[in-house]
């Protein structure tokens, strides 16, 4: 029995040791499970505000790309605007550079644009109304130059003009027929010469100025410059003395008779009536002294005094110079009360004191001598070619083209 008991002790032992791990068990299962509920809480707590982090996140990564997107967009936009007015200006130079190297006239071969025709226009301009010519006043364009034909200063000048480059491109066709090209020397001298017109228009500043407000450029300006150099090495090279163009004897003699015939040649005293620096007339008192002065140098002159010794002492024409005092000049060339006066003098003759609106003068009228007939031979030369390029000129077809009819005087 005791065996049994024993054996039923050992036996029921597992029994209760099962039961008690059972139990045990049973209990770690359920801190298990109580532990394993606190993590599943937190971390569905922690996962809430991941998920919270995450959206406000999301809200501001949204926001901040919207503004950068809004900005880009801005950014784009002002790009875009700034590549248009870009291109829009890039267009604008390139219309006027394209408008202003449209020809305008043409001249047998010889293409003329508007940015020559405009570097003429100036020179015309200078030549009737010195270096500020740009914009003249409506009232002086719109003056009569002449009353017969009804021709305005504006039409004038545009006529001028046009046939300046006529005879440029009569030039260049002359220059290529003689085989006249411009020299490494020629060059330079132009390029000197540029310079010295630079300066006179006070430097290169006011140069560009000058070619923006007259709407030219300086290529056209050298261009122009160009042609007036080949026009002077036609006439030393094929038009002075002994060139194959120069005068024959018949037409030499001719000059001569005209030059005989038709000069004159004088000396005079001048007492000024108008002030240097002013340009205005002098006051009555002055006037009247220099009167009394002039009837006392005409009294010295008549009694036999040395002429060129008077004009030395009291000519204001001639003050610092040395003789000869000589004046050359055919009718129309002095003023109309000098040349009435001369027309009544024999050679060797003393005029009375001669008043102008200018100067009182005393003339004394003298033999022509031979000494100006070479300047009149190269002034006959020089005829000859200006005629060589109007005959030229009739025979060379001239085009004006649309661009000619849009070209403005001002």
Same mark, same amino acid.
């Given at each position: 029995?005791?065996?049994?008991?024993?054996?039923?002790?050992?036996?029921?032992?597992?029994?209760?040791?099962?039961?008690?791990?059972?139990?045990?068990?049973?209990?770690?299962?359920?801190?298990?499970?109580?532990?394993?509920?606190?993590?599943?809480?937190?971390?569905?707590?922690?996962?809430?505000?991941?998920?919270?982090?995450?959206?406000?996140?999301?809200?501001?990564?949204?926001?901040?790309?919207?503004?950068?997107?809004?900005?880009?967009?801005?950014?784009?936009?002002?790009?875009?605007?700034?590549?248009?007015?870009?291109?829009?200006?890039?267009?604008?130079?390139?219309?006027?550079?394209?408008?202003?190297?449209?020809?305008?006239?043409?001249?047998?071969?010889?293409?003329?644009?508007?940015?020559?025709?405009?570097? /003429?226009?100036?020179?015309?301009?200078?030549?009737?109304?010195?270096?500020?010519?740009?914009?003249?006043?409506?009232?002086?364009?719109?003056? *009569?130059?002449?009353?017969?034909?009804?021709?305005?200063?504006?039409?004038?000048?545009?006529?001028?003009?046009?046939?300046?480059?006529?005879?440029?491109?009569?030039?260049?066709?002359?220059?290529?027929?003689?085989?006249?090209?411009?020299?490494?020397?020629?060059?330079?001298?132009?390029?000197?010469?540029?310079?010295?017109?630079?300066?006179?228009?006070?430097?290169?500043?006011?140069?560009?100025?000058?070619?923006?407000?007259?709407?030219?450029?300086?290529?056209?300006?050298?261009?122009?410059?160009?042609?007036?150099?080949?026009?002077?090495?036609? /006439?030393?090279?094929?038009?002075?003395?002994?060139?194959?163009?120069?005068?024959?004897?018949?037409?030499?003699?001719?000059?001569?008779?005209?030059?005989?015939?038709?000069?004159?040649?004088?000396?005079?005293?001048?007492?000024?009536?108008?002030?240097?620096?002013?340009?205005?007339?002098?006051?009555?008192?002055?006037?009247?002294?220099?009167?009394?002065?002039?009837?006392?140098?005409?009294?010295?002159?008549?009694?036999?005094?040395?002429?060129?010794?008077?004009?030395?002492?009291?000519?204001?024409?001639?003050?610092?110079?040395?003789?000869?005092?000589?004046?050359?000049?055919?009718?129309?060339?002095?003023?109309?009360?000098?040349?009435?006066?001369?027309?009544?003098?024999?050679?060797?003759?003393?005029? %009375?004191?001669?008043?102008?609106? /200018?100067?009182?003068?005393?003339?004394?009228?003298?033999?022509?001598? %031979?000494?100006? *007939?070479?300047?009149?031979?190269?002034?006959?030369?020089?005829?000859? *070619?200006?005629?060589?390029?109007?005959?030229?000129?009739?025979?060379?077809?001239?085009?004006?083209?649309?661009?000619?009819?849009?070209?403005?005087?001002?």
């Amino acid at each position: 029995m005791a065996n049994t008991k024993k054996e039923n002790e050992v036996i029921n032992k597992p029994k209760t040791s099962k039961n008690t791990t059972s139990s045990n068990t049973k209990k770690v299962s359920a801190k298990k499970t109580v532990k394993k509920t606190t993590t599943s809480t937190a971390v569905k707590k922690d996962t809430r505000k991941e998920y919270n982090k995450n959206r406000i996140n999301m809200g501001v990564d949204r926001m901040f790309n919207s503004i950068s997107s809004k900005i880009k967009s801005h950014k784009i936009t002002s790009i875009c605007i700034a590549i248009i007015i870009v291109l829009m200006t890039i267009s604008l130079i390139f219309a006027s550079i394209a408008f202003s190297n449209k020809t305008v006239i043409t001249v047998d071969k010889y293409n003329f644009n508007k940015s020559d025709f405009m570097i /003429y226009l100036y020179s015309v301009k200078y030549n009737y109304f010195g270096k500020d010519n740009t914009n003249l006043p409506e009232a002086t364009l719109n003056t *009569l130059v002449d009353e017969e034909s009804n021709i305005t200063m504006r039409e004038y000048l545009k006529e001028r003009t046009v046939k300046e480059i006529k005879t440029a491109g009569v030039i260049k066709k002359l220059a290529s027929e003689y085989k006249i090209k411009l020299s490494k020397k020629d060059e330079e001298e132009l390029l000197n010469e540029k310079q010295e017109f630079i300066q006179e228009l006070g430097g290169k500043k006011a140069f560009k100025k000058m070619l923006k407000d007259n709407s030219t450029t300086e290529a056209a300006y050298d261009k122009m410059s160009r042609t007036d150099k080949l026009y002077k090495l036609i /006439y030393n090279e094929m038009y002075t003395e002994g060139k194959s163009n120069d005068l024959s004897k018949e037409e030499k003699d001719e000059a001569k008779d005209e030059y005989y015939n038709n000069y004159k040649m004088i000396r005079q005293v001048v007492l000024s009536l108008v002030d240097a620096s002013t340009k205005k007339g002098l006051d009555s008192t002055t006037i009247n002294q220099k009167q009394t002065l002039a009837e006392t140098i005409l009294k010295e002159a008549k009694s036999g005094a040395n002429f060129d010794d008077l004009i030395k002492k009291y000519s204001e024409a001639a003050i610092g110079e040395d003789p000869p005092y000589y004046v050359y000049y055919k009718d129309g060339e002095m003023l109309d009360e000098v040349e009435k006066a001369v027309n009544k003098l024999n050679v060797g003759d003393i005029s %009375d004191v001669v008043k102008s609106d /200018y100067a009182l003068h005393i003339i004394i009228r003298d033999e022509l001598d %031979d000494k100006k *007939l070479p300047m009149v031979y190269d002034q006959k030369r020089e005829e000859k *070619l200006l005629e060589k390029i109007s005959n030229t000129l009739k025979d060379v077809p001239i085009i004006y083209h649309d661009t000619y009819t849009s070209i403005k005087i001002k």
